[in-house]
């Protein structure tokens, strides 16, 4: 067995980018880049996305988890992330998995807007395919939403025994500072099918409205889990993202296409 198979590394522009390859035992015949969300849902689904990358290496996956410009453990400042380097950066991750793991076709997943970056990087990345999990098609409704938690987790007498005041709590999205050129980006997203095939797993609870449906095109299909996942619950904020059906899910289409 090889001491190497989960490995840390930098790479990208001035080696900026963190990346964590996790190697097969075996000859890898594909990979999968997973591209990571953004804010509060990233540090949710951290060990969801470990939990996966180890499930498919030990079915000869090669899989580079990675962090965007100003996220996790990747160079800068959360204010400086931005949409369109997001999009760059996850190309970039693409030609590195590929390098390291010696196979051209290249998978995405993506949870939310790791899932829409996924998409929106898919020709420029040359996925095979992309797996995209309750993506965010509606960027507008997706700030609003942001914009109404925030909102509600200033004033949460769980949290704070006062109000914080909005000025403090100006430029945040749930604890991570959010800069202008983001914002406005988010709020002109709106996420069509690709030309690649795409995968939406559909976990939304009951009522939230499915923007995907109709906008998937000729290659996209979707598949709904059992367990629905609380990603906009305010009470639920500091509890990590966990579903085996996920898993499950990922694994069994590749089982499908190995």
């Given at each position: 067995m090889r001491d190497?198979?989960?490995?840390?590394?930098?790479?990208?522009?001035?080696h900026g980018l963190f990346g964590m390859y996790h190697a097969p035992a075996v000859r890898p015949r594909q990979a999968l880049l997973m591209c990571p969300p953004l804010g509060q849902d990233l540090i949710r689904c951290h060990r969801l996305y470990r939990q996966l990358a180890q499930a498919l290496a030990g079915q000869g996956v090669a899989v580079l988890r990675f962090d965007y410009h100003g996220?996790?453990?990747?160079?800068?400042?959360?204010?400086?992330?931005?949409?369109?380097?997001?999009?760059?950066?996850?190309a970039t991750a693409a030609d590195q998995v590929r390098a390291r793991a010696g196979v051209d076709r290249v998978v995405a997943f993506g949870a939310r807007l790791g899932g829409s970056i996924a998409l929106a990087a898919a020709s420029r990345a040359r996925f095979a395919e992309v797996i995209a999990w309750d993506p965010v098609f509606d960027?507008?409704?997706?700030?609003?939403?942001?914009?109404?938690?925030q909102a509600a987790l200033r004033e949460d007498p769980t949290r704070f025994t006062h109000p914080r005041d909005v000025a403090d709590a100006a430029n945040q999205w749930l604890g991570f500072d959010v800069g202008a050129a983001l914002r406005r980006q988010l709020a002109a997203l709106h996420v069509d099918g690709s030309a690649v095939p795409t995968l939406v797993l559909d976990s939304l609870?009951?009522?939230?409205?499915?923007c995907w449906d109709g906008r998937l095109g000729e290659h996209g299909r979707i598949r709904v889990l059992g367990q629905p996942t609380p990603w906009n619950d305010l009470h639920r904020l500091e509890t990590a993202i966990l579903s085996p059906p996920l898993i499950q899910a990922v694994s069994g289409r590749f089982r499908e296409i190995a």
């Open positions: 190497d198979l989960d490995l840390p590394f930098f790479f990208g522009a001035e996220t996790g453990d990747a160079a800068g400042a959360s204010g400086e992330v931005d949409w369109d380097r997001c999009v760059a950066d996850t960027g507008a409704e997706h700030v609003a939403v942001l914009d109404a938690m609870p009951e009522g939230e409205p499915r």
